[in-house]
């Protein structure tokens, strides 16, 4: 098997020590923020619509209700703190697609890709102009983002990509022209992407929220949902809230239908901050357009620069652990971060004597067909969406919406698409699932190992629609 480059050039075990000695295990993006605290939901409360989650699903949602109907009474039910979970934990690409690639949405719905990419265009635009609107601050570059190819035949896949004046093809010497390391041998660069500090804009989107009269009450976890005549009332452990229409946006959390719960399985994704670069530094690797940077591999790595010129870097391992299981300990895997940082100093050698100061993890909601599926239960009172699979920045507004059209029972074009209309395959039960997600990924890396060459696995599960990505 081929070696990547990874493992052809990996630095010395010292310069990693070094480098990690005295992180610290939290999430940068929440260092120094002021977080306005809501009060937690006591009693009972009559509402138009309930939203369940305080994520970037649910603030979009209850955004959107607002938005629409100014009169409309709207709750939002978060169990720990507003931005808490992935929406305070990414890597802040606010990328444009809502299929997760073109490539993943051509062997899906090749016969409605253009209607929906058009969707996803007014969508990344629509979220632009709230940001603007509002005034939202969230460190947004509109930068775009680089698809780099690290290895020769990765190169041919970048070579096949629609260019124009938005998406452009950058040879090796343009490449590491606009970036600097000695792994890029080509890169695709989408200008129309946005970068943002994810935790900032959650918290901004609770403050435009809030200021439009989403009442949002947080340490409020929800543990019922119950169908009474024409309403449905959610419950938490010291309230109650009694609304003609629900809306759930838990992802990675066990949904609250059961029809849901094999949908989605949670995957750990791991990341690293830096120390702010040095003037001297940041000339060593050049990045003087500050676009996000991903990688093309099946274990993949993203990262970009903050708002104070750290490097955020994160990716490559994607750990499902046995029975769906989410706890705290998972999210401080010390073998995922020390491959991190090896990949680091391997694509920025230059770099070397910088110190990580913070680690963290999240977990992602993936499901099978690798972008959100939609749908609604209890009558057509309750609508939800889940599976971002790790590219829910800029989608959960668009899920939003589809959330609430599918309440009011609106004919949209959303509402039209097959991608909304059919529910993709669920993940199989334990110790299938386990045993399954685990041989993929042992696959994928050997596809990695092989020129991205696809296994008989791989190409099986693909044929069936269950082929899983890191």
């Known amino acids: 098997m081929q070696k990547t480059v990874f493992e052809r050039r990996p630095p010395a075990e010292a310069v990693v020590e070094h480098a990690l000695r005295g992180t610290e295990h939290g999430v940068v993006w929440l260092d120094g923020l002021t977080r306005p605290p809501h009060t937690e939901?006591?009693?009972?409360?009559?509402?138009?619509?309930?939203?369940?989650?305080?994520?970037?699903?649910?603030?979009?949602?209850?955004?959107?209700?607002?938005?629409?109907?100014?009169?409309?009474?709207?709750?939002?039910?978060?169990?720990?703190?507003?931005?808490?979970?992935?929406?305070?934990?990414?890597g802040g690409f606010c990328k444009v697609s809502l299929t997760h690639g073109r490539d993943n949405g051509l062997r899906r719905w090749p016969d409605e890709l253009d209607t929906i990419d058009a969707l996803a265009e007014r969508n990344l635009a629509d979220i632009a102009d709230t940001i603007d609107r509002y005034g939202i601050k969230a460190d947004v570059e509109r930068a775009g983002v680089i698809k780099v190819a690290v290895e020769p035949h990765e190169v041919e896949w970048l070579r096949a990509r629609e260019c124009d004046d938005r998406n452009v093809y950058l040879d090796e010497e343009a490449m590491r022209a606009a970036v600097h390391s000695p792994t890029y041998l080509a890169g695709h660069w989408d200008k129309g992407d946005l970068i943002v500090q994810p935790a900032k804009l959650a918290l901004e989107l609770a403050r435009v929220a809030v200021e439009l009269g989403v009442q949002v009450f947080e340490k409020s976890p929800v543990i019922g949902l119950e169908e009474q005549g024409r309403h449905m009332v959610v419950r938490t452990a010291a309230g109650s809230v009694r609304a003609s229409r629900v809306a759930l946006g838990t992802n990675v959390f066990p949904s609250l239908l059961k029809r849901n719960r094999l949908m989605t399985v949670p995957v750990y994704d791991y990341v690293l901050a830096t120390d702010p670069l040095t003037s001297a530094q940041l000339r060593e690797i050049g990045w003087q357009g500050r676009q996000g940077i991903s990688d093309l591999a099946n274990q993949f790595h993203y990262?970009?620069?903050?708002?104070?010129?750290?490097?955020?870097?994160?990716?490559?391992?994607?750990?499902?652990?046995?029975?769906?299981?989410?706890?705290?300990?998972?999210?401080?895997?010390?073998?995922?971060?020390?491959?991190?940082?090896?990949?680091?100093?391997?694509t920025f050698p230059q770099l070397e004597g910088v110190r990580f100061t913070h680690r963290w993890s999240g977990a992602i909601d993936t499901c099978t067909q690798f972008c959100a599926f939609f749908g609604t239960a209890r009558h057509g009172k309750v609508a939800y969406a889940a599976g971002f699979t790790g590219l829910g920045l800029a989608s959960t507004r668009f899920a939003g919406d589809v959330m609430l059209d599918l309440l009011e029972g609106a004919d949209t074009e959303r509402t039209r698409l097959r991608m909304v209309r059919k529910r993709p395959l669920p993940f199989p039960p334990e110790p299938f699932a386990s045993i399954g997600i685990n041989a993929a990924r042992w696959s994928l890396d050997r596809a990695d190992h092989n020129h991205g060459r696809r296994n008989l696995l791989l190409r099986a599960l693909d044929a069936v629609g269950l082929g899983f990505e890191s």
């Open 303 to 346: 990262y970009r620069l903050t708002a104070d010129d750290r490097i955020v870097f994160g990716g490559y391992d994607a750990i499902y652990r046995y029975g769906r299981r989410m706890r705290p300990e998972y999210e401080d895997r010390p073998e995922s971060f020390r491959t991190l940082a090896r990949h680091f100093f391997t």
């Open 41 to 90: 939901l006591t009693g009972c409360i009559d509402a138009d619509l309930v939203v369940v989650g305080g994520g970037y699903t649910g603030l979009w949602t209850a955004l959107r209700a607002k938005e629409r109907d100014p009169d409309a009474r709207v709750v939002l039910l978060e169990g720990k703190r507003i931005g808490w979970a992935a929406s305070g934990r990414n």
